[in-house]
């Protein structure tokens, strides 16, 4: 599959503090790639170093099969961002905003076409006002009519919900989804919570200090073969001692506190409840989980 | 470039605070027009006092011509500060507020914005010089009327027929244009290294402060460095207001006394800002940005 983005080697040092070390993946034409880490794992620094914020200490970019250094006017064209907040000039209004970055990248667009892009937004009503007066959901959605008006390849979001609602992360992720299958665009998603990446990536790397930890399709990450399943009993000793001497004895995980954790196929799941039920061990809890989600929560409680 | 620069220079007049300067040198000027107005021959008489003795002035030594040379005298020293209000801003006000981060992820290069920028803070300068020799000037003119323009020098006093004035003017302001840029690239440069506008700001007038007083000490061992001080070539715009002599002791009109010190201190100032700007380009190009 053709690639987006490659990045081979990224190091930044910031003094003898290395924010990313080594960092190597790939990210495919058409797909929604979930980038993810801890606070503080390197994401924003690698995001930073993508859209030529910062100089790598060391490593190579290239977006659409061109070096950044050399192309960056070039691909910057073909690239919508939102780096962390979503800052504008304060004392413009949005319609004078997105007037304004419109031209820098070129266009000359019509007012009639600067509504269009802020009425897809929801903004239309709100074209007149000073940005100062906009609550962070709105600076976040005129931060994606600019990012969004010059026709993208590329769309970049670093932390695109922080700050926002339910609804309005309801609203941007559904935004994301439409973007990437209605008009093809490629989404590169930063996010330190696995639950706004998992509904909507196709692939997915996690990154914890500067480094890979894991990274692939999200269909191969989700894999319902490697389903950990946590379950809580009126008694767990026993409950503990019966799935030793069962069939189960194989599909215990080691002990990582009260609760007990098996790992199997999620379609296994009734049959082990059929098991405790039949040895008269009453259920308090049956959580299944995937396999990145537990490497996932066992990365960040190492951290922690 | 040209967009860059027009989305500059609109950023710049969007801000009310781009206006507090135009205010505050209106102020200014009104109320030295005011007070010259109402009690200008006092001023005059005070002046000249160790002059009367000698001489005897005839017609309207109060005009518009020497007001505006009083206001310059007074108020060039203090512009810096309020060109160091937008200039020190430019970058710095960008990365307090984030939009710097917004404005390097649009397909512009960072040489383009530093100039784009600089030429925007340049042009503010112009507008600020251009309002100041409207008030100052062409104000003073119509308020005072015009006459001969007598100046007093340190050792001799200087008269500047009627006719020879208003030319030594454009040429005075244009140096001072050049002095404020000066100004202006070294508060944009110190504007690179700090995410916040009042570090900047403070710095550069604390440095003005600093080298003007550096400039004008009479002691033997900052003399020494004083012809490598920009602020020492700031004041070159006086001499315009001094002319050459015949032999006979009479003045000859349209003529300079000290050209060279006027070239000498225009190439100091260039020096000096194409310095500022050559640095602030390298140290931009290389900055990261974190905030």
Redesign the interface.
Known sequence: MESIIEVQRLTKQFGHITAVDNLSFEVPKGSIFGFLGQNGAGKSTTI?ML?????PTSGEIQFFGMPLQEK???I??K?G?I??????????SAY?NLK??A????LNLTQSQLIHHLEQVGLAHRADNKVKTFSQGMKQRL?LA?ALMHNPSLIVLDEPTNGLDPQGIADIRQLIMQLNTERQITIFLSSHLLSEIEQIATHILIIDKGKKVIADSAKALFNPADTIVEINTNNNNNALTHLQNSQWQHNLQQNRGPNIFLKMHYNQIPELNKFLFEHNIQLLLLQPRHSLEDYFLQVTSNIQ | ML??L??EL??IF???RTYIAFIAIAALIGIIQLGLKLDGDAYVSFVMNNVEQSFVFQGNLLNGYLVCYIILQLLLVHVPLLIALVAADMVSGEAN???L?????????RNEIILAKFLAAAIYTLLLLVWMAILALFVSMWLFGTDDLIIQKTRYLVQLSRNDVFWRYIGAFGFALLAMLTVAALGFLLSIFADNSIGPIVATISIIIFLTILSTMSIPIFQKIQPYLFTTHMVAWKEFFDLKVNADNAAINGTIQNKQQIIQSAGILILHIVVFIGVAMYAFK?K???T
């Open positions: 930073r859209m030529s914020l910062i100089t960056r006017k070039l910057l064209k690239i961002a780096i962390e907040k979503p800052d504008m000039y304060g004392y413009l004078d304004m970055f031209r820098l990248n070129g931060g600019i | 967009t860059l027009q989305v609109y950023k969007k801000r009310p507020i984030g939009t981060r917004l404005l390097l992820t649009q397909p512009v290069s290389r990261d940005i974190l």
